[in-house]
């Protein structure tokens, strides 16, 4: 069955920087585009970025353009999110997401941006 393990989440100053995994198992990886999404206490679940299935397309939030960077290592399953630049607002628990019929979740890692 399809699994998504996000890791990665912490404490971290605002300006500073933080990436976040999200390991995959369950099907053909390689095959399918990925993507990370946020939800924020109150706020309904945002896009953040998505990658193709081999990497070559990246498409980003308005929000984030310039300072998160999506990239994945088909060898290992696995999906990343490079985040810097962070700002307090941004805080949210972030999920890995996989779209084959109907959507796949991860458990969620909690980023918290704070002085």
């Known amino acids: 069955q399809v699994q998504l393990v996000e890791s990665g989440g912490g404490l971290v100053q605002p300006g500073g920087s933080l990436r976040l995994s999200c390991a995959a198992s369950?099907?053909?990886?390689?095959?399918?585009?990925m993507k990370w999404y946020r939800q924020a206490p109150g706020r309904e679940r945002e896009l953040v970025a998505r990658i193709s299935s081999f990497g070559g397309g990246t498409n980003y939030g308005d929000s984030v353009k310039g300072r998160f960077t999506i990239s994945r290592d088909n060898a290992k399953n696995t999906v990343y999110l490079q985040m810097s630049s962070l700002k307090p607002e941004e805080t949210a628990v972030y999920y890995c997401?996989?779209?084959?019929?109907?959507?796949?979740w991860g458990q969620g890692t909690q980023v918290t941006v704070s002085s």
């Open positions: 997401n996989l779209w084959r019929e109907r959507d796949y």
């Open positions: 369950g099907f053909t990886f390689s095959s399918y585009a």
